[in-house]
């Protein structure tokens, strides 16, 4: 049976992902402070050395060949082999970047010898040049080009007369180290102070130097070909925790190198003893493995309700409560099972944070702007499925806040503002709701400048125009095609606005707020549920129907006097007077078209219910049970209805409608705005 690479490559893949994260933000915190600490240097080589090691492991050559520069040149710096320069900084940011390009071309099958020359022969001269202790001038990169040449040259030669008997060892010794030699290598030191010590402008003594290296790689190099000495182990370089085919998310270590003392053997063990105990504590599990587990919770939970609602039938009253006495016991094992496996569902927001970090220096470089990014709330817990959702439209929004929002330098030393701007995402829950905030310190949303793009493409009209508050105004930045960009850019917007921001926050069940003041910045507030698997629900009855509603977004519910209740629009429109705050009244009967068992809404019960800012009022005839559900999309087996959010299956096996309040309010909304232009058309 032939061997499948492609599912551990793929493991592989997951695994670098979050090993690039944590050298990237390594790294970046060095740029920052102009320093690399021994906890910093024995974590970044950690991260490239099990990036190389795993790379290898599962055939990723072209990419392991160039990590191993990285990680030689890591070894040196927390071996102190040589110093810490500042400007190694970015260059280790430029090679994870390449990195990052090499690994998704080899998965793809699209890298080869010619592409990996392209891709690494600039910064291969810059690596390499820092592992020899020197700095990376133009003149070296210059000179050094000039011996690649001629090493090129001689290649030609060698491959027209079968020159070398290892064709990969030659590519190995010229390209992965263009002076000739392996970092780790002891090869023609001799020579170290010419030239760099590597190559003579002599063609002869370029032959000479590659063939002494090439057979050098061929006596230690006979086993897997990964051109790799075999690590020590130490704490440091423990290859049992580098293969990613155990799928163990090991807990990396954050101790600084051991020093070579006579304690050593002690604290190796010490430090393993803590590393095997982390990696017996994490496992890696697919997230549809935990959804499957949740559905099959949720069939004991309608399994539970079936039985208790069977359980009402039994004529003796003793076997009757006595039934239902274990069966409630059942729900709140079934409850604490639903809380564990969501527990095990919730991943901290420091997961999506960490992302931004190396996006916003990259981004800020590119536009000569400097940026202070802060986040508050990194322990704040958030559903794992929420995260691919959630991730896209953060990485937009701060995207057009570098773009679009902050000022450069000069311009905001000239408006009296500090020339470092600020970007500051936090993260909270209240009420049942996971509250995400961007906020900057740039111009603001120019508001008459969105309008009136809004109003261009038909979006608005000129009496919402002139009737819009400033902030009603600049939401309408998240409407299709409402770009403000004078100038396309590959940063942010492309054109299309920041619609896909508002859509993709819709289908997590969430809402949109913003807050701008031009030349002081803008506040974009997402609000959330916090997970999309369970949710708590209140049963109401509307007519003959009955409806589930989210109890995270009820504010309070009472039964209005006739008092309460005024009218607008020519007594179409039902508002209630609550504390001297006028709440739009919605009436479920009209909305969904179910037959009213009265006319009066005093006759009846009103729920306030919140998104975001906005407050409406639902017009009910009762409350009924509350319970805890398992919530199943409705798109999936049927389509989007408006004011309907999800369903359930009931304990008597029904199926239940969940309302979406967002949808509640958008359908008032719209209803408000019929209201209004059929006032003006009379």
Do not use: C, W
């Given at each position: 049976m032939a061997f499948d690479i492609s599912k551990y490559r793929e493991?592989?893949?997951?695994?670098?992902?979050?090993?690039?994260?944590?050298?990237?933000?390594?790294?970046?915190?060095?740029?920052?402070?102009?320093?690399?600490?021994?906890?910093?240097?024995?974590?970044?080589?950690?991260d490239v050395h099990t990036l190389k090691g795993s790379g290898a492991s599962v055939e990723l050559t072209l990419f392991a060949k160039f990590t191993h520069s990285v990680e030689n040149l890591m070894?040196?710096?927390?071996?102190?082999?040589?110093?810490?320069?500042?400007?190694?900084?970015?260059?280790?940011?430029?090679?994870?970047?390449?990195?990052?390009?090499?690994?998704?071309?080899?998965?793809?099958?699209?890298?080869?010898?010619?592409?990996?020359?392209?891709?690494?022969?600039?910064?291969?001269?810059?690596?390499?040049?820092?592992?020899?202790?020197?700095?990376?001038?133009?003149?070296?990169?210059?000179?050094?080009?000039?011996?690649?040449q001629k090493v090129e040259q001689k290649e030609e030669l060698d491959e027209s007369e079968n020159f070398g008997f290892f064709d990969e060892a030659l590519d190995e010794t010229q390209n992965n180290k263009p002076y000739g030699i392996f970092a780790d290598d002891d090869v023609s030191n001799d020579t170290s102070n010419d030239a760099f010590g590597f190559f003579d402008d002599d063609l002869e003594e370029v032959s000479k130097t590659a063939e002494t290296a090439k057979l050098k790689v061929h006596e230690e190099e006979d086993n897997f070909g990964f051109f790799d000495d075999v690590a020590e182990l130490t704490p440091e370089s423990n290859i049992e925790e580098q293969t990613p085919s155990t799928q163990v998310a090991v807990q990396k270590s954050t101790s600084p190198a051991v020093p070579a003392t006579s304690s050593k053997k002690v604290d190796d063990k010490k430090d393993k003893t803590v590393k095997k105990a982390a990696?017996?504590?994490?496992?890696?599990?697919?997230?549809?493995?935990?959804?499957?587990?949740?559905?099959?919770?949720?069939?004991?939970?309608?399994?539970?309700?079936?039985?208790?609602?069977?359980?009402?039938?039994?004529?003796?009253?003793?076997?009757?409560?006595s039934v239902l006495e274990r069966l409630e016991l059942l729900e709140r094992h079934i409850r604490d099972m639903q809380d564990s496996i969501m527990s095990i569902r919730m991943v901290p927001m420091e997961s999506i944070y960490s992302k931004f970090p190396k996006v916003i220096r990259d981004i800020s470089k590119k536009l000569s702007k400097k940026v202070d990014f802060k986040h508050f709330g990194d322990n704040v817990e958030i559903d794992k499925a929420m995260i691919e959702g959630l991730t896209d439209p953060l990485m937009?929004?701060?995207?057009?806040?570098?773009?679009?929002?902050?000022?450069?330098?000069?311009?905001?030393?000239?408006?009296?503002?500090?020339?470092?701007?600020?970007?500051?995402?936090?993260?909270?829950?209240?009420?049942?709701?996971?509250?995400?905030?961007?906020?900057?310190?740039?111009?603001?949303?120019?508001?008459?400048?969105?309008?009136?793009?809004?109003?261009?493409?038909?979006?608005?009209?000129?009496?919402?125009?002139?009737?819009?508050?400033?902030?009603?105004?600049?939401?309408?930045?998240?409407?299709?095609?409402?770009?403000?960009?004078?100038?396309?850019?590959?940063?942010?917007?492309?054109?299309?606005?920041?619609?896909?921001?508002?859509?993709?926050?819709?289908?997590?069940?969430?809402?949109?707020?913003?807050?701008?003041n031009m030349g002081e910045g803008t506040t974009i507030t997402i609000i959330l549920p916090l997970t999309l698997a369970i949710l708590d629900g209140l049963?109401?009855?509307?007519?003959?129907?009955?409806?589930?509603?989210?109890?995270?977004?009820?504010?309070?519910?009472?039964?209005?006097?006739?008092?309460?209740?005024?009218?607008?629009?020519?007594?179409?429109?039902?508002?209630?007077?609550?504390?001297?705050?006028?709440?739009?009244?919605?009436?479920?009967?009209?909305?969904?078209?179910?037959?009213?068992?009265?006319?009066?809404?005093?006759?009846?019960?009103?729920?306030?219910?919140?998104?975001?800012?906005?407050?409406?009022?639902?017009?009910?005839?009762?409350?009924?049970?509350?319970?805890q559900v398992v919530v199943k999309p409705l798109d999936k087996n049927f389509r989007s209805v408006e004011g309907i959010g999800a369903a359930t299956v009931r304990g008597d096996g029904s199926i239940g409608l969940i309302l979406d309040i967002l949808g509640i309010i958008n359908a008032q909304l719209k209803s408000d705005k019929g209201i209004t232009d059929s006032k003006r058309a009379s």
């Open positions: 493991m592989f893949v997951e695994e670098a992902e979050e090993l690039f994260e944590s050298a990237d933000n390594v790294l970046l915190e060095a740029e920052n402070n102009g320093s690399l600490t021994e906890e910093e240097m024995g974590q970044l080589f950690r070894d040196k710096l927390r071996n102190h082999k040589i110093e810490y320069l500042p400007e190694m900084a970015g260059s280790l940011i430029d090679a994870l970047d390449i990195m990052k390009e090499l690994l998704e071309l080899e998965v793809d099958n699209e890298l080869n010898e010619e592409v990996f020359q392209e891709k690494t022969k600039e910064q291969l001269i810059i690596i390499n040049a820092y592992s020899d202790g020197k700095a990376a001038s133009p003149e070296v990169k210059e000179e050094v080009v000039v011996i690649e990696s017996t504590n994490n496992i890696r599990v697919n997230l549809d493995k935990i959804d499957l587990l949740m559905n099959n919770v949720g069939d004991l939970v309608i399994t539970n309700a079936m039985l208790t609602q069977f359980t009402s039938t039994i004529d003796d009253t003793k076997t009757r409560n937009h929004i701060i995207r057009n806040s570098l773009d679009h929002g902050l000022e450069i330098p000069e311009e905001r030393i000239n408006t009296g503002k500090s020339e470092v701007g600020t970007i500051t995402l936090s993260a909270e829950q209240a009420n049942g709701q996971m509250i995400i905030t961007i906020e900057d310190d740039g111009k603001g949303i120019d508001h008459e400048k969105v309008a009136a793009k809004a109003l261009t493409n038909g979006l608005i009209d000129e009496n919402q125009y002139n009737t819009m508050t400033n902030n009603e105004k600049a939401m309408l930045v998240f409407g299709a095609g409402v770009s403000t960009a004078d100038q396309v850019t590959d940063i942010s917007g492309r054109g299309v606005g920041m619609d896909v921001v508002k859509t993709n926050i819709h289908k997590l069940g969430g809402a949109l707020k913003l807050d701008t049963d109401i009855a509307v007519g003959s129907q009955k409806y589930i509603l989210p109890l995270s977004s009820i504010v309070e519910s009472l039964q209005p006097t006739s008092e309460m209740i005024k009218k607008i629009g020519d007594g179409t429109q039902d508002l209630l007077m609550l504390r001297e705050e006028f709440i739009p009244v919605v009436r479920l009967h009209d909305l969904f078209g179910v037959e009213s068992t009265f006319e009066k809404l005093e006759d009846g019960m009103l729920i306030v219910v919140k998104s975001g800012a906005t407050k409406v009022a639902i017009s009910i005839d009762e409350f009924l049970d509350q319970h």
